[in-house]
């Protein structure tokens, strides 16, 4: 009996060891982890743990959390960034702000400040200041309408160049891009142009992703360009668009569309009169 209590004393301090064994070229950090109950501790751990490469014993009073990892296969910032991933504010990353709505209830920590929705290195006031005065620049010059025209632009040119192939599969791109638009992201003026054209948009370029036929496709791209012009014509483009005009298109009825350049090359008869036209206006 007494020699099974003293095998069972030799595991117990053995244990810490043999639990690492697994994991080769071993680093270990103290670090300080936000949560707030057991389902946290599970939630903190499982983040951690990569077998034989890192593992986390996480401490629900001190919120503190010994990270046990192989310093050749990952390191202590990798770790820390999959526990903020998993919804946990820890000493170097802040937890998105969706994976923080994510947690159970009682795993809601209470967090000293409205985080950002992205995972980030904790930084010195000075930084954060920077980082916010960059990111308010970035925003001033985001255009988020750019690759719709930019798609659009593509048909356009396929267009000059009578290839009805070339003018399909360029629609496709365009309708993958109209789709993907984010409405939060536009001005409230182009939002509410955005809401009026948006399904005639789609259906032009649908339309036109669905034919080889050049001629059809010119017809849909007449009503898609005035749509366009209306979208960008309410907002800012990020470069100068050149809304042109060609008297002779349907039949002397005229259509316009808008170009990246000021050149005129007509996508209503490519080769034909590929000159014919000139430039109405310079949005900008």
Request: charged letters at 25%; hydrophobic letters at 40%; one cysteine or more.
């Amino acid at each position: 009996m007494k020699s099974i209590k003293i095998l069972m004393a030799i595991v117990l301090l053995l244990s810490p060891f043999l639990s690492n064994a697994e994991i080769k070229n071993v680093s270990t950090e103290n670090v300080k982890i936000a949560g707030s109950c057991a389902l946290c501790k599970e939630g903190i751990e499982t983040a951690a743990f990569e077998k034989n490469t890192s593992k986390a014993s996480w401490d629900k009073d001190s919120k503190m959390a010994l990270v046990t990892y192989d310093s050749k296969k990952t390191s202590i910032d990798a770790v820390l960034k999959k526990v903020a991933l998993a919804g946990y504010d820890n000493d170097r990353f802040l937890a998105p702000d969706d994976a923080y709505a994510k947690l159970a209830d009682c795993c809601k920590y209470e967090r000293a400040v409205k985080k950002q929705a992205v995972v980030e290195k904790k930084m010195t006031e000075h930084q954060h200041v920077a980082m916010a005065d960059t990111q308010k620049d970035a925003a001033a010059d985001a255009d988020p309408l750019k690759p719709v025209l930019d798609a659009y632009y593509a048909v356009k040119d396929a267009l000059v160049s009578s290839d009805g192939n070339t003018a399909s599969t360029n629609a496709i791109n365009l309708v993958k891009a109209i789709k993907a638009v984010k409405m939060d992201q536009l001005a409230s003026e182009q939002h509410m142009v955005w809401m009026k054209v948006m399904k005639d948009l789609d259906f032009d370029a649908d339309h036109i992703s669905e034919t080889k036929d050049v001629g059809h496709q010119r017809d849909h791209f007449s009503s898609l360009s005035d749509n366009m012009y209306k979208l960008i014509k309410s907002g800012k483009p990020s470069e100068a668009v050149y809304y042109q005009h060609c008297p002779m298109a349907k039949e002397g009825k005229g259509a316009n569309w808008l170009s990246q350049i000021p050149a005129i090359k007509n996508p209503y008869y490519g080769a034909q009169m590929l000159n014919c036209g000139k430039t109405t206006e310079t949005i900008k």
